[in-house]
């Protein structure tokens, strides 16, 4: 990472500033924590996110007992200022209880209202699968074939998609292209290709438009 120009942080009396910390796969939204000068320092030198424990008082690098560390892809900077974003690679789970993210809990409003981080979650979720057993599990079964089989399914469920779109079967569309959904997200598994990298090629197709 390039240096941080620290005189664009309005850091507080403390010399701290608040950082949300979010997945640069599902957007979601993983932990807040504080960073003072130096743990910035310390996160654009090493690319991993690197803290301020205000309990404790000292410098903490997130993961550093539990392995699951934070690559640091991107740390923005609001309009006024005084809250900094890390967009992150996370290796593990982020909160201590071994939850994906500290904001497991509904206090108000409904509940997984969040559809957009959903695919990236799921991602997620089915590159676990691939190291599971093939006979207790259907991606891992699935991947287990090879990248053809996967091909061959893609290109199945794309048919049927296709067909339920040009027959206007609602019902059917909604069934089928949660199928080719799933089918791609494995075809991608098995090509090596992560979430992030096709999101990144369909958002490099949108800067252009907008330019």
Not at 83 to 103: E, N, Q, S, W
Not at 176 to 199: N, P, Q
Request: charged share 30%; net charge negative.
């Amino acid at each position: 990472m390039s240096v941080i120009d620290m005189s664009l942080i309005k850091f507080d009396e403390k010399g701290l500033v608040p950082v949300v910390v979010q997945d640069s796969t599902t957007a979601e939204v993983l932990m807040t924590a504080w960073a003072n000068e130096e743990a910035l320092k310390l996160t654009a030198d090493s690319g991993e996110l690197t803290l301020w424990s205000r309990s404790r008082k000292e410098l903490w690098k997130k993961g550093e007992t539990s392995g699951n560390v934070m690559k640091v892809v991107e740390l923005r900077i609001d309009c006024d200022g005084d809250t900094l974003l890390a967009i992150v690679d996370p290796a593990g789970p982020a909160c201590h209880t071994g939850k994906r993210t500290c904001f497991y809990r509904s206090l108000w409003g409904k509940e997984n209202s969040t559809e957009a981080t959903f695919l990236g979650r799921l991602w997620q979720y089915l590159n676990k699968r691939r190291s599971e057993s093939p006979e207790e599990s259907y991606t891992a079964r699935l991947l287990a074939k090879g990248p053809s089989r996967v091909a061959q399914k893609v290109g199945e469920e794309g048919v049927e998609t296709a067909i339920a779109a040009a027959t206007g079967d609602r019902d059917g569309f909604r069934y089928e292209a949660a199928d080719l959904l799933y089918h791609l997200l494995v075809a991608c598994i098995s090509t090596g290709v992560s979430f992030k990298e096709v999101l990144d090629e369909l958002m490099s197709r949108h800067k252009k438009d907008e330019d």
